[in-house]
Structures are given as structure tokens and as C-alpha cells.
């Protein structure tokens, strides 16, 4: 057979196109994981925590979170307007603010509190991983969605970098990778938790005050926990479908 | 057929139109991902993909399966929940792979446009090699500060000391097991 130029022009770019996607390959995935079978959330018991930062520099560790962004937060909430007394509260009142305080994200812990007066709590933050997320939805390229298990990623090969999902999501928990140029958060550990280990920062938290739901499980604890608890999802007006679920949450957080 | 007699500019026209859509249908089977629309309107390839990344903390139950001695002091301890790697830092660790990948001449004409993602990093798990890889021994004097350290910002019923004033600067282990530290569940040394 004889191959002129004007033939062997046209075959080898159609070659070069085959050849790397018989390199590519598939990626392997976890063999007895089945989407379809989970509906991931997380439960964060409010009460629990003791704001050590155990789980931000877990994530950090896990995740190869750059400094000064954050896939998982946690602040620190003082209500100086709450009058407590032996007997609980006296009187609160709702037109003072809440003094929020978040020093590196709470990864290094929080200075020792003086003023004993007032409620102080710790609000542990992250991907809510909403079930109807307006982050997904505006995404131009299709890069960001909720999988089929309900945990909301990014796909950085497809990602533009465009940042319109950051400005999308009402809990400020996207920010774009300064060295990839490109959209990050919090992917629930899904590295982790479709070979059946829990998140990193589950893993670290020292009082248990983070806890990997499993919603579609119906031997889960967090189905007994949210009939018996008084649990909260943060802006639930914006029905987001929010999959962090707050025990004790005070009505002061945003 | 006198309808048809002018209407050849028509046809070839209508050819062209057929061959752009051709061509269009073939461009677009190399340009989308295989897997787009898989799931929906994203690669579906990529679920896969961000769930193959290699983790950094084992788990409990790696650590509990050779340190039993550690285990079954802790079980029946105030940190019984507290799990290993909490203190002890991530049991896999992460090293910079020292070998750069040879390319080929097409690999090397790609790399010039798109610049290539850093060689993939070698992980360590102590659980695989004990001698490489070695968890953190924790400074108990720093260590427990980092939770027990008294503030008024911390939930009341969690214990809670001043470390200046309860040792004195002396590590907390000089007192406390740190798998078993209450005092009055024998965790005294």
C-alpha cells in the first residue's frame, strides 16, 4: 500500500487524537461503591465544640489547601446582648450583633476569651453540599454539580476559572486556587468517603462535634439524631437544600 | 422538470450545508468528553477521577490494627473518641517524587502549549513501611493546651485548666496517660 503526502498529512493528526485517548484510559474507581446507594450530608453538633481547629489544619493536611483559603472553617460567635443567669437565659436582644471572630480560620485555635459575659459558641463551616445548589447552576461550562450521591464537586479540567460560582454561593465557600487558577472547595473528602473512611476533618475532631451522614443509609444515626435534636440548616429561606445539618444552632448565625 | 431547471446553485448549496453538519458532527465526537451527560450536564468521567486521589489520614482502624496495646487503653478512657491521628498527625505522608517523566517528541510539542501538571508525589504510609514513615510524637505540653487550654468561649462542661498555673510548664504526661488521662479512671501514672 502507498501512502502519498497528501494522505499521510490527513492520517496523522487522526492518529495522534486515537493514540491519546488509548492513553488516557479510564479512571479506576472504588469497585463496590455504587452511586446510586448514598446521599452524603454532614451533622455538626454545636455544643460539642470546643474550637480547637483540629479539623481546618486536617483539611488542610488532607486536601493541600493553600494558606489563607479554606475548604473548612470555624468561628467563633460572642452574643454580649445574652443576660445569663444560673437558671439560663434572662434576656437577649436581637438587634445587637453577634461579634463574629475568625483569626486564619480558626486552624491555629482562638484567643482565650476574657470577657465572660454573654453566650460565645463555635460555628465549624463548609460546603453545605445543597441538594439544589445556585453554585452548579451558574456555571457557564458545565465544570461544577451536585453527583448522583448528593456531594457538589468541581471538575478542575473542565473549570474556567471564571469565578461566577464563588459570587453564586450563598455561604462563601468556594474561592479560586491561587497556583491552579481554578474553582476549589470542600469535595467532602470524596477520595475518602467512597472507599469508606470518614472525611478528615470527622476523622480529627477530637469531641465528635462533626459527624458523616449518610442519608440514604437507614442504619445512620443522623436519622434518630434529627428526630430527637433540634437541628438546623444555615439559610434555609434560600431553599439550597443544605445537607449540613447544625445541632444547637443559635438564630444569630449567617 | 422546468422547476428544477435554475435550481442547481440550490442543491450545491444544500450539499454544503450537509457537509458543514458532517463535519460539525465529527468535531464535536472528539471535542466532548466521552463521558459528558453521563449524570447530567458535566464529565462524569470526573466523579471518578477526584475520588481516586491517594488520602493522607488512615483512619483509625489502620493504626488499631497493629498498635492493640493503645487501643485498649484508650477504649474505657475520657479519649476514647478522640481518634489516633487526631494527635499523631496523618499516618501517610507525602513526598515529593524525585524522578522527572521522560517525554516523547509529541508529549514535549504539547507541554510547550500546555504547560504540564507537577510530577505525581510519592506517598508514604506508615502502615506499609513502619521505619520510613514516622506518626508524630506530640509535646504533650503544647499538645493538650490546644483543646484544654481554659477560655470562656469553650462549652462549660468540657475540662478545661489553666496550663501555667495546673503544671507549671511541666508536660502533661508527667500526671496524665494521654490515652487514659482521668485521673480517677486510673489514668494516673
Not at chain 1, 46 to 66: H, L, W
Not at chain 1, 157 to 164: F, K, N
Not at chain 2, 42 to 70: K, L, M, N, S, V
Not at chain 2, 140 to 146: E, G, I, K, P, S
Request: charged share 20%; net charge neutral.
Amino acid at each position: 500500500m502507498k501512502i502519498t503526502r497528501r494522505q499521510m498529512l490527513i492520517l496523522l493528526p487522526a492518529a495522534a487524537v486515537a493514540w491519546e485517548s488509548v492513553l488516557a484510559g479510564t479512571p479506576e474507581t472504588s469497585p463496590n461503591y455504587k452511586l446510586s446507594d448514598h446521599w452524603w450530608g454532614m451533622l455538626i453538633d454545636i455544643p460539642k465544640c470546643i474550637g480547637c481547629g483540629n479539623c481546618v489544619r486536617a483539611c488542610q493536611t488532607e486536601n493541600d489547601v493553600p494558606d489563607g483559603h479554606f475548604r473548612t472553617w470555624v468561628e467563633r460567635y460572642h452574643r454580649s446582648d445574652w443576660l445569663m443567669a444560673n437558671s439560663g437565659v434572662i434576656s437577649a436582644n436581637p438587634l445587637i450583633d453577634p461579634e463574629v471572630i475568625s483569626p486564619d480560620g480558626g486552624k491555629e485555635g482562638f484567643p482565650v476569651a476574657t470577657d465572660t459575659e454573654g453566650k460565645y459558641f463555635f460555628v465549624p463551616k463548609m460546603c453545605n453540599h445543597c441538594a439544589d445548589s445556585p453554585c452548579t447552576q451558574v456555571c457557564p461550562v458545565g465544570a461544577t454539580f451536585v453527583t448522583p450521591d448528593g456531594v457538589v464537586l468541581v471538575d478542575q479540567t473542565y473549570c474556567l476559572g471564571c469565578a461566577y460560582c464563588v459570587q453564586a454561593c450563598p455561604y462563601g465557600c468556594r474561592y479560586i486556587h491561587p497556583q491552579k487558577k481554578v474553582a476549589d472547595k470542600c469535595t467532602l473528602c470524596y477520595h475518602r468517603i467512597t472507599k469508606g473512611l470518614t472525611t478528615a476533618c470527622c476523622e480529627a475532631c477530637p469531641t465528635g462535634a462533626r459527624q458523616l451522614a449518610d442519608l440514604k443509609n437507614p442504619n445512620d444515626p443522623i436519622h434518630e439524631f434529627l428526630k430527637t435534636h433540634n437541628v438546623q440548616v444555615l439559610k434555609p429561606q434560600m431553599a439550597t437544600g443544605a445537607k449540613v445539618f447544625y445541632n444547637e444552632l443559635d438564630g444569630s448565625v449567617r | 422538470m422546468s422547476v428544477l431547471k435554475d435550481a442547481e446553485h440550490l442543491f450545491r448549496f444544500a450539499g454544503l450545508f450537509v457537509l458543514a453538519f458532517v463535519i460539525f458532527l465529527v468535531a464535536r465526537h472528539y471535542i466532548v468528553p466521552k463521558s459528558f451527560g453521563q449524570y447530567g450536564h458535566y464529565r462524569g468521567a470526573a466523579i471518578g477521577e477526584i475520588g481516586e486521589r491517594p488520602a493522607r489520614f488512615a483512619g483509625h482502624q489502620t493504626c488499631e490494627a497493629c498498635h492493640t496495646d493503645a487501643a485498649e487503653m484508650k477504649k474505657t478512657g475520657k479519649h476514647a473518641h478522640v481518634n489516633c491521628e487526631a494527635c499523631h498527625g496523618a499516618l501517610i505522608q507525602r513526598l515529593p517524587n524525585p524522578e522527572t517523566p521522560k517525554l516523547n517528541l509529541y508529549q514535549r510539542v504539547v507541554a510547550m502549549i500546555v504547560p504540564p501538571a507537577p510530577p505525581t508525589p510519592l506517598f508514604l504510609s506508615h502502615a506499609d513501611d513502619p521505619t520510613s514513615v514516622k506518626p508524630i510524637l506530640p509535646d504533650t505540653a503544647v499538645l493538650c493546651a490546644q483543646c484544654h487550654r481554659a477560655s470562656a468561649a469553650k462549652p462549660k462542661n468540657f475540662p478545661q485548666v489553666e496550663p501555667d498555673s495546673h503544671s507549671t510548664g511541666l508536660p502533661c504526661e508527667t500526671c496524665h496517660k494521654p490515652h487514659s488521662p482521668g485521673m480517677d479512671a486510673g489514668g494516673a501514672k
